[in-house]
């Protein structure tokens, strides 16, 4: 899923790319219902009634055996939205331990890096078995290196297409 939420996303065209190089047996699906999530609220979770868009999200991860997290940085740290997304499945459990992959697509590689730590430290509240981290600098490098992070988020998946 991408942290970005605008239509022409550099964040989003990168996890295009990893569905196109993602390993034959591997399916990648983009998940952008991030979007329509409430703010997270422990009145909401404590009441039972669980809205729609956050049920989708959470069976979204519950079928999936990993993450793959494209996120651009907000004021040196992870987008709101995003951080949004993570705070509704705290309590709930869907990405206690899940392998998630994180990257940004960036002009330059010295850009986004204090968003992905940011959203490290956050993925590590929930011990989160967390795969690159590195941001991706767009140029003649960029599709290797999102093939590089889709095949090391398999290898740690231990999905079949490794
Ligand atoms: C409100 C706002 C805050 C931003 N803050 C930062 C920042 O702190 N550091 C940074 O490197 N880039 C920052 N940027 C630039 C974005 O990270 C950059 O435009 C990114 O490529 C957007 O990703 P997207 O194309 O997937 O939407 C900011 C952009 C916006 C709109």
């Known amino acids: 899923m991408s942290g970005s ?3 022409a996303s550099s964040n989003h065209r990168l996890l295009e790319v990893a569905q196109r190089v993602a390993p ?4 990648l699906t ?3 219902g991030i979007r329509d999530l409430p703010h997270f609220d422990p ?5 039972g009634d669980v809205p729609a868009p956050v049920v989708a999200w959470r069976r979204a991860l519950s079928g ?6 494209a996120s651009p940085e907000y004021g040196h740290s992870l987008p709101g939205a995003l951080k949004n997304s993570i705070d ?3 309590g709930s459990g869907e990405l206690e331990r899940k392998v998630v992959g994180i990257t940004a697509a960036v002009p330059i590689a010295e850009r986004g890096r204090l968003g992905l730590a940011a959203l490290a430290g956050t ?3 929930v011990r989160a078995r967390l795969v690159g981290g590195a941001p991706i600098a767009r140029g003649p490098d960029f599709e290797r290196h999102v093939t590089e ?3 090391a988020l398999v290898h740690e998946a231990e999905l079949p297409g490794d």
């Open 123 to 125: 993925l590590r509240a």
């Open 30 to 32: 983009l998940f952008d």
């Open 43 to 47: 009145d909401i979770e404590a009441g």
């Open 5 to 7: 939420l605008q239509r």
């Open 24 to 27: 034959a047996g591997v399916a």
């Open 64 to 69: 999936s055996d990993a993450l793959l997290i």
């Open 88 to 90: 509704w499945v705290i």
């Open 149 to 151: 992070l889709v095949a």
